[in-house]
């Protein structure tokens, strides 16, 4: 009798993956004068000192080369008013930037306007993991948005979701 799981289905674990609430971002670039940008939501937190972001990409990303390229993102966190902007730039072949708002970074990254609050990167690091790349971030920059109502915008079992607004504390 065999030990080991047998193959995991690769839906099943997509639906199993869904059930962990996460925030949207949008990470850009801007390179030969092209803002470049895609939807993430394998964002996260990684070190404090020094000061490391990560975000996965597909290995097939059209992005991700120019940001390579380039060396550097700015991390948009996206609120919860812009579900627009989540779904353009989640799509391939269209153009991702009609009608987006927005102003450079000191990097010189695309900032978009409206968003709950920005992360400005120098690409640290980038490891290959399966059909993803995993890139590590150093932060040179960032700001966070005085909008104090404002949530942020979330991703749950397959649908955009907010936080429910509670009595204050």
């Known amino acids: 009798m065999s030990l080991l799981s047998p193959a995991i ?19 850009t670039t801007h390179i030969d004068g092209e803002p470049i940008g895609f939807t993430c939501q394998s964002f996260h937190s990684v070190s404090m000192s020094p000061p490391l972001v990560s975000f996965s990409v597909m290995s097939s990303s059209a992005s991700y080369p120019k940001i390579r390229q380039a060396g550097r993102f700015a991390v948009n966190i996206l609120s919860e008013a812009q579900v ?68 942020p915008l979330l991703y749950f079992k397959g649908q955009y979701r907010n936080i429910a607004a509670h009595g204050a504390a």
Not at 10 to 19: T, V
Not at 86 to 105: H, L, M, P, V, Y
Not at 114 to 131: F, K, M, P, R, V
């Open 84 to 151: 627009e902007v989540s779904n353009q730039f989640a799509r391939r072949g269209t153009d991702k930037w009609r009608g987006i708002d927005w102003q450079e970074s000191p990097l010189g990254n695309p900032l978009i306007a409206g968003s709950l609050h920005w992360i400005d990167c120098e690409i640290h690091a980038e490891h290959a993991a399966g059909d993803h790349v995993i890139v590590i971030g150093e932060v040179k920059a960032l700001d966070l948005q005085e909008a104090a109502a404002t949530q």
């Open 9 to 27: 289905e690769p839906l099943r674990f997509r639906e199993a993956l869904g059930h962990y609430a996460s925030g949207i971002t949008v990470v």
